[in-house]
């Protein structure tokens, strides 16, 4: 989500919303079930370690191949997400497609894959699709942000006698095109580690290989896979560059796994039959529904597993706001520039390029090994990936102001002067993240913590497809409040501060 720089916000105001975020998290954190329940985690903790030191690249069998369809995953869903985003981005402000999109956006990719796997199976256009679709809708919301924050003093030089084509292109989006291009670079890092987590549902991108390693105790192997997917990420404004973006694509098309023949019947089967509630199949009109078979599906769906789930979910997601926030300020001061020395902060800032650069996914998975089932490896997951986001944005402002010379000592300057001049930004910023933090806490119930999640694979695992669908509404739908809520709380603080 775009995050317009030149929105200010009264140091005041965020630090009531600081202390309302810490007094939340107290309050709820005696209801959340963050057990460490694993026999042994230093133990586990010091093997992981011991293969890190001993990174065995070697031992992955397929690990060129799975690096490619990583990558080809990622360039070709982005490029049909921008081709689809970027026009629904010039007809935005209409209710239904901003509505469509807010939905749409709001499902996790992984999610989408497990519907698009009951038809396409372990085909690429699993992949694609689950990527591709989110990532349109979200190209059309920051696009369209990007270009009406655009100044209109352009269009008046330009003829009058000129299509509406040409001066929107010359006008608006001229003015803008750096700021698309970089948000379109950052889309492209996004999808390479949903991607990757795309393995865990079997897709053979690096996170398949990646899981089986550390399920299987093989600490090197997922060492190694883990520090190239970080160099993959770290190393992504030089090896993909935009102008490079239309040969990667032809080369994707190219070397992607060979996609299988589409079974037509089961389209139509998981159409009319998998996904339709029990009560409405093979009934032929509204007076053969069984309308309290159908009411009672629905509400045990609800009462359940819709709402429970739920529950969990904003638990999750309020205690890991806290917790990332935490790791921000902290992140932020191991890579200033005005606290350490320069190659001090280049270090801090490299274990902030890997923080951000494992998905919360991967981390809440091989924090799971370490501490068992609970909320606390998601909690700690979310924390230091959104944090370190945070902290990396953050860390890029801070570093471009310069102090006023003053007789005072450097850890002063730092308290007094840098931090009340990013902080509204960086509580900005973790606002804007907690979108994402609901959405990720959703899907961390495949792992097998009780969020919403849970449930859905769990409906997926038993074939009630009809269930799940009706638990990923559900999903979609508190994320979209979440966003809506959100936004209204920035957007009304931000009207009150211009009259």
């Known amino acids: 989500m775009a995050l317009r720089q030149n929105t200010v916000y009264p140091l005041g105001y965020w630090q009531k919303v600081t202390l309302s975020i810490g007094f939340i998290a107290l309050v709820i954190i005696p209801f959340a079930d963050i057990e460490i329940v694993t026999f042994d985690p230093l133990l586990e903790l010091s093997l992981m370690a011991q293969g890190f030191i001993h990174a065995d690249f070697f031992a992955t069998e397929y690990l060129f191949q799975a690096i490619i369809q990583t990558l080809n995953f990622a360039i070709i869903g982005v490029s049909l997400g921008l081709l689809l985003g970027a026009p629904l981005a010039l007809i935005y402000p209409h209710p239904l497609v901003s509505g469509c999109c807010a939905f749409l956006r709001a499902i996790h990719e992984i999610f989408w894959a497990l519907l698009f796997l009951q038809v396409f199976g372990l085909s690429p256009i699993t992949g ?126 190219i070397t992607l796994v060979e996609i299988p023949t589409l079974d037509s019947s089961l389209l139509i089967r998981f159409i009319s039959q998998d996904i339709i509630p029990p009560a409405l199949v093979n009934t032929l009109s509204f007076t053969d529904v069984q309308w309290s078979l159908l009411y009672t599906w629905f509400s045990d769906i609800v009462t359940l597993q819709a709402f429970p789930g739920a529950i969990s979910t904003l638990t999750l997601a309020l205690l890991a706001l806290a917790a990332s926030h935490f790791v921000s300020l902290n992140a932020h001061a191991i890579a200033s520039k005005h606290l350490w020395p320069a190659p001090l902060a280049y270090f801090g800032q490299f274990i902030l390029l890997i923080g951000r650069s494992v998905p919360e996914y991967i981390l809440a998975f091989i924090f799971l090994i370490l501490l068992g089932p609970s909320m ?15 902290a990396y944005l953050t860390v890029r402002q801070s570093n471009a102001i310069a102090p006023p010379l003053m007789q005072i000592s450097t850890l002063n300057k730092f ?50 497809y009809s269930s799940a669908l009706i638990l990923i509404i559900c999903t979609a739908l508190l994320n979209v409040a979440i966003d809506h809520i959100s936004m209204r709380l920035l957007n009304s603080h931000k009207q009150s501060l211009t009259t």
């Open 376 to 390: 606390l490896p998601a909690i700690l997951a979310l924390a230091i990936h959104n944090g370190s986001v945070i």
């Open 415 to 464: 308290n007094y002067y840098i931090m009340p001049s990013i902080y509204p930004n960086m509580m900005a910023l973790l606002f804007y993240r907690f979108e994402i933090i609901v959405r990720e806490t959703a899907v961390f119930g495949i792992l097998g913590i009780m969020t919403l999640g849970f449930y859905i694979d769990s409906n997926f695992s038993e074939i009630r």
């Open 128 to 253: 694609i699709l689950a990527i591709t679709i989110p990532f349109a809708a979200t190209f059309a919301r920051v696009f369209h942000d990007i270009i009406n924050q655009s100044s209109d003093n352009p269009l008046e030089s330009i003829d009058s006698r000129a299509d509406i084509i040409s001066r929107y292109t010359y006008g608006k989006i001229a003015q803008v095109l750096p700021q698309l291009i970089t948000y379109t670079r950052y889309r492209f890092e996004c999808a390479l580690r949903s991607s990757a987590v795309l393995g865990f549902i079997g897709m053979p991108t690096l996170g398949y290989y990646l899981e089986t390693a550390f399920k299987q105790g093989n600490y090197s192997e997922g060492a190694a896979l883990l520090m190239i997917f970080i160099a993959l990420i770290g190393t992504i404004r030089y090896w993909c560059p935009p102008k490079l973006l239309g040969v990667y694509l032809i080369i994707a098309c």
